[in-house]
Antibody
Framework: QVQLVQSGAEVKKPGASVRVSCKTS????????ISWVRQAPGQGLEWMGW????????NYAQKFQGRLTVTVDTSTRTAYMELRSLRSDDTAIYYC??????????????WGQGTLVTVSS | DIQMTQSPSTLSASVGDRVTITCRAS??????LAWYQQKPGKVPKLLIY???SLESGVPSRFSGSGSGTEFSLTISSLQPDDFATYYC?????????FGQGTKVEI
């Protein structure tokens, strides 16, 4: 079955960078894009960015332009999210999510299990 | 960016109730709207895409409707497993956005 398995929890200091991985299996990797969505404690969902696993094209929410980089490694079927210049309000669970096979690009299914990133001095 | 506004923010209901959540877009998103369910400590789950298409495996008591700027998610008969937070999400423009969520509680 389709699986997205993310890397483990991270604790970072303000100003640092974090890189989260999302290893996929169970489908043709290049056929579906991958998005990154975050959720601050007790808050709602926030879409951050998307990458085509076919050609590496990316699209980022304006809020994260210049601070976020999303990449894929097709040889390992893994997507990566790097967020730089971390602040305390970047503390959140970060999810990767694949483009839905039924809904297509922009619909998220399935999701990774989430990675907690804590930013604290 | 297209802003998505859900109402109500919190909804108190009982098992067996018919429940409707509304989602309004700041500009037309045609039918490019999805609904997700999230339970505490769990990963969001896709329920509906393209405003009214039920995702495979989702119970038929869930339904979606609307187009343009006004959308709704209806649960025809609320079950104990349905107490959760629900999010709408537009994917019309390539700057996707979620609503703030509606918590359905007892």
């Amino acid at each position: 079955q389709v699986q997205l398995v993310q890397s483990g929890a991270e604790v970072k200091k303000p100003g640092a960078s974090v890189r989260v991985s999302c290893k996929t299996s169970g489908y043709t990797f290049g056929s579906h894009g991958i998005s990154w969505v975050r959720q601050a404690p007790g808050q709602g969902l926030e879409w951050m960015g998307w990458i085509s696993a076919y050609n590496g094209n990316t699209n980022y929410a304006q809020k994260f332009q210049g601070r976020l980089t999303v990449t894929v490694d097709t040889s390992t079927r893994t997507a990566y999210m790097e967020l730089r210049s971390l602040r305390s309000d970047d503390t959140a669970i970060y999810y990767c999510a694949r483009d839905s096979a039924t809904g297509g690009t922009g619909v998220f299914d399935p999701w990774g299990q989430g990675t907690l990133v804590t930013v604290s001095s | 960016d297209i802003q998505m506004t859900q109402s109500p923010s919190t909804l108190s209901a009982s098992v067996g109730d018919r429940v409707t959540i509304t989602c309004r877009a700041s500009q037309s998103v045609s039918a490019w709207l999805a609904w997700y369910q999230q339970k505490p400590g769990k990963v969001p789950k896709l329920l509906i895409y393209k405003a009214s298409s039920l995702e495979s495996g989702v119970p038929s008591r869930f339904s979606g409707s609307g187009s343009g700027t006004e959308f709704s998610l209806t649960i025809s008969s609320l079950q104990p497993d349905d107490f959760a937070t629900y999010y709408c999400q537009q994917y019309h423009s390539f700057l996707w956005t979620f609503g703030q969520g509606t918590k359905v509680e007892i």
